[in-house]
């Protein structure tokens, strides 16, 4: 099981940034896939997620900003951030959830993250 991200780095108040998240065929094609994120000092949250059946959740602290979208023949999960915030600032993860339908359920992988840092 291997989940690898890309596509952090550093940005302004205001600007976007995408997140990638290259995994396995096996785990992508059964899993429920999320982001979350982990603060400096703080524990880490969830983000977003899509269950297999596509539907998508987000944490409120996001909504409206960030986008959770998939290619299923890349094998590939992204995270468009839109108008970042400076409390956006975090460890990016990408993360297997075991899933059916529209529900997700417990981790079972998580990759090595990817550091966001917005500045004001």
């Known amino acids: 099981v291997q989940l690898v991200e890309s596509g952090g780095g550093s940005v302004q108040a205001g600007g976007s940034l995408r997140l990638s998240c290259a995994a396995s065929g096996y785990t992508y094609r059964r899993s429920c896939m999320a982001w979350s994120r982990q603060a400096p000092g703080k524990e880490r949250e969830w983000v977003a997620h899509i269950a297999r059946d596509g539907t998508t959740s987000y944490a409120d602290s996001v909504k409206g900003r960030f986008t959770i979208s998939q290619d299923n023949a890349k094998n590939t999960l992204y995270l468009q951030m839109n108008s970042l915030k400076p409390e956006d600032t975090a460890q990016y993860y990408c993360?297997?959830?075991?899933?059916?339908?529209?529900?997700?359920?417990?981790?079972?992988?998580w990759g090595q993250g990817t550091q966001v840092t917005v500045s004001s």
């Open positions: 993360a297997a959830r075991r899933g059916s339908g529209a529900y997700c359920y417990e981790y079972t992988a």
